[in-house]
Nanobody, 115 residues
Framework: QPQLVESGGGLVQSGGSLRLSCVASGAPLDMYDMGWYRQAPGKEREYVGIIATDGTTGYAGSVKGRFTISRDNAKNTVYLQMNSLKADDTAVYYC?????????WGQGTQVTVSS
């Protein structure tokens, strides 16, 4: 059973940058599309972006041009580089893997952007 662990969150000022990591065990990430999601207080979890097995990426409109997803298959890790952060980006960030129709989430990492 895959296990995902996110890290890299923290407190950053508006306009700053953070890089989140999602390390997987129990599943080779290069075989799966990997998604990033976030959930702000009082709101539903929302899609941030995805990286496919061939390396192509897609992003929500709210983060396009500011966030970049990449993967290091040797480290079984997916990254979310976040630049030009805004207060609206404050949320818990999660990575997601779907294996045989089963969805796996990490525990999340908190990102707080101060204005």
């Amino acid at each position: 059973q895959p296990q995902l662990v996110e890290s890299g969150g923290g407190l950053v000022q508006s306009g700053g940058s953070l890089r989140l990591s999602c390390v997987a065990s129990g599943a080779p990430l290069d075989m799966y599309d990997m998604g990033w999601y976030r959930q702000a207080p009082g709101k539903e979890r929302e899609y941030v972006g995805i990286i496919a097995t061939d390396g192509t990426t897609g992003y929500a409109g709210s983060v396009k041009g500011r966030f970049t997803i990449s993967r290091d298959n040797a480290k079984n890790t997916v990254y979310l580089q976040m630049n030009s952060l805004k207060a609206d980006d404050t949320a818990v960030y999660y990575c997601k893997l779907v294996q045989r129709s089963q969805t796996y989430w990490g525990q999340g990492t908190q990102v707080t952007v101060s204005s």
